[in-house]
């Protein structure tokens, strides 16, 4: 799972895309306030395969 902001959402897309070779999954997180995994941004989805 990566959580990740909107700007890059895309970039979590090909990564997931790229490591597991399957369609991502993307979900609003709904949990208590996450960080970005690029930048330190509060995050604003999570993209899983």
């Known amino acids: 799972m990566i959580y990740c902001c909107q700007e890059h959402v895309e ?7 790229d490591e597991y070779e399957t369609a991502p999954v993307i979900e ?3 949990e208590e306030k996450k960080t ?3 930048c330190q941004n ?8």
């Open 11 to 17: 970039l979590a897309l090909d990564i997931v895309v």
């Open 28 to 30: 609003k997180v709904e």
């Open 36 to 38: 970005c995994e690029y």
């Open 42 to 49: 509060e995050a604003e989805y999570v993209v899983a395969n």
